[in-house]
């Protein structure tokens, strides 16, 4: 199957980079039709999340270092890609945190949300997949 | 300056409201700045009965989330309790996968809040009382 991207970002790794990007890329699912006005807060979530893990935890904060990201379609289902330049993680070795721990929980959402989450250590990128305004609809989430 | 303030308080009664004004964000960009105003307060306010209330506030991450643990233990450990209340469906499901649901006291809204945190801190020093009392 090939991938038809229709969305790509790169950025320096600073929060304040964040919000125009993830403006942007929410914009282009809307206009794609992969999401739909009651699914708009998760898709903000997850973009979110990722973006903010790939500058905070993947790329340190260093804005000499760069996030990318990607969005294709894959035939029913769309494939949104996070590159970072860090040391990458296991979203299946993320456990649900307890309240003494502060960190954890955005790729607990995100799998939540999410039909499928991996990450390739190969391209330092998180994937995740989602199918037409079906977030939070199974898949991914696994506690 | 009063405008650029994501928390106001307000004292009703022994609780202290404090009323996100985030407008229609709560994110990792501004979530800095909540936590230091709500923070901030508690520390310059031991003892404080915190109510936050969410009522305009459209989303939240998971970097709230982080921000709210922490005003909440520094509540805790100054003798005082925080309690949620306004939060939308959507904002309340973030709190249920994260399973911080269980942890915060959430109210419906603000009546209600004010009601039951108000009905809890004078339960709570009617118990304490009935302790001391007990043990002379």
């Not at chain 2, 306010?45 to 982080?66: E, G, I, M, N, Q």
Request: proline content about 2%; overall charge negative; glycine content about 8%.
């Amino acid at each position: 199957m090939t991938t038809q991207a229709f969305f790509q970002r790169e950025f320096a790794s600073a929060l304040d980079e964040v919000g125009g990007t993830l403006q942007d890329a929410l914009a282009a699912l809307r206009e794609r039709d992969w999401i739909d006005a009651g699914q708009e807060f998760y898709a903000r979530l997850c973009l979110e999340e990722a973006l903010v893990n790939a500058v905070t935890h993947g790329n340190d904060s260093d804005p000499s270092r760069s996030v990318r990201i990607e969005m294709a379609e894959d035939g029913d289902v769309c494939v949104i890609r996070v590159f970072d330049e860090g040391e990458g993680f296991s979203p299946a070795d993320v456990r649900p945190p307890d309240t003494e721990q502060m960190d954890g929980r955005g790729i607990c959402l995100i799998r939540y949300c999410m039909e499928q989450v991996e990450y390739d250590a190969s391209e330092h990128c998180l994937i995740m997949k989602m199918r037409r305004n079906a977030l939070c609809q199974g898949g991914s989430r696994n506690g | 300056m009063d405008e650029e303030r994501l928390v106001k308080f307000k004292q009703v009664g022994a609780i202290t409201v404090g009323k996100v004004r985030a407008g229609s964000v709560l994110d990792a960009m501004n979530v800095t700045q909540f936590g230091e105003q709500a923070m901030g307060y508690v520390k310059r306010h031991p003892r404080t009965h915190l109510l936050l209330d969410f009522h305009r506030v459209d989303y939240l991450s998971s970097a709230v989330l982080t921000e709210l643990l922490k005003i909440d233990h520094a509540c805790t450990e100054a003798g005082g309790t925080l309690r949620l209340c306004s939060l939308n469906k959507d904002i309340r499901k973030v709190f249920e996968i994260t399973n911080l649901d269980k942890h915060f006291v959430i109210y419906k809204d603000l009546e209600e809040g004010v009601k039951r945190h108000q009905r809890s801190i004078d339960v709570q020093a009617q118990e304490q009382a009935w302790l001391k009392k007990k043990k002379v």
